[in-house]
């Protein structure tokens, strides 16, 4: 593969392959030197066209930590509020040398175009593209659940199950706003792969018309999926309000009732396994899709998430990029 732009190009094994050297990518950032050599001299161009704080922050942490130089833009304060397209901004990043290319932008398939146009000729590592794909935050969600799932081939209980290296037989649930979430699509593409069982719960005007070829379970019913899936991890989704002013609004009829039926407080948390995490792409709406108290909760895994975007990152730059050849 000479790109990643979507979760659904990751086979079982390619996506085993990528959290195990995310795990050796992280064994090496308990060192007291964090710093690999292992891209010295290769220049990363983050290409940012919309708001980011944990994805645009850890590709840089990553492409540093493999030694990289880092360009870093932003679109405002850009030629693009000036009306430059993406083209010519792609082949302006490209003049100035760039080995790899990481984009998001509003538009669905903006990271496609990037890679198939012709334009450039590296590596593109789509960090979001509108409410398409977001693959390393995938990969970051997989190696959290992974992580506690099955650290050691049996299951989180602890009862004698093994599970081998992927997440087989893992129940989890997803939250909210699947209509304007990338993450959830990128999730249910990249769990199902890795042998998870994934729930959808949403309000019917916050799925996406035509889900026929999701490889996964819908339900409108947060307090019953709880009870009947007994998941192994619950994910809650930001309710993307940008993307439903946008829209005109009207997705539900107010915070307050959304909250009551889809938010996680830690009444439905009591109601989880007690093994079971609680993860969070971020940022969150504290008090509208999870409590404070639910958020802080110990078995909330939202700051880890982060942790691992740095090193899923880096084992995917690693991968792409290296020396020794594309390896994905
Ligand atoms: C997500 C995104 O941007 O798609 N956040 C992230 O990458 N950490 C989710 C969101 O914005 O709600």
């Avoid at 840089?60 to 870093?72: F, M, Q, T, W």
């Amino acid at each position: 593969m000479k790109h990643l732009l979507s979760a659904k190009d990751l086979a079982h094994d390619e996506a085993v392959m990528v959290l195990d050297t995310a795990e050796a990518m992280a064994a090496t950032q308990r060192h007291a030197v964090k710093k690999l050599p292992t891209l010295r001299g290769k220049t990363i161009v983050n290409l940012f066209f919309e708001d980011s704080t944990r994805t645009r922050l850890s590709f840089e942490a990553a492409a540093k930590r493999l030694s990289a130089d880092v360009i870093n833009f932003s679109a405002k304060g850009s030629s693009v509020s000036k009306g430059e397209s993406l083209k010519d901004t792609a082949q302006t990043i490209m003049a100035m040398g760039a080995d790899a290319v990481v984009i998001r932008h509003s538009a669905c398939g903006a990271a496609h175009l990037l890679a198939h146009a012709g334009w450039i000729d590296v590596p593109v590592l789509n960090a979001g593209d509108g409410t398409h794909q977001h693959p390393t935050q995938a990969l970051l969600d997989a190696m959290t659940l992974r992580r506690w799932y099955a650290p050691d081939g049996t299951a989180a209980d602890g009862s004698p199950a093994p599970r081998g290296r992927d997440l087989g037989g893992a129940k989890v649930i997803i939250v909210g706003d699947v209509l304007h979430s990338r993450v959830a699509r990128s999730n249910v593409d990249l769990m199902t792969a890795l042998g998870a069982h994934v729930t959808l719960v949403a309000p019917p005007t916050l799925l996406p018309v035509g889900m026929d070829d999701w490889t996964c379970d819908v339900s409108f019913d947060l307090d019953e999926a709880l009870e009947t899936v007994q998941p192994d991890a619950v994910m809650m989704l930001r309710v993307q309000r940008e993307r439903m002013s946008a829209a005109g609004g009207g997705f539900f009829p107010s915070p307050a009732e959304y909250s009551q039926a889809y938010g996680l407080n830690l009444a439905r948390r009591a109601v989880m396994p007690e093994h079971a995490i609680v993860m969070h792409p971020g940022p969150m709406n504290r008090g509208l899709e999870i409590t404070a108290e639910a958020a802080d909760d110990p078995r909330s895994r939202v700051i880890e998430q982060v942790g691992n975007g740095v090193s899923v990152r880096m084992a995917a730059l690693y991968l792409l990029l290296a020396d020794e050849g594309n390896q994905l």
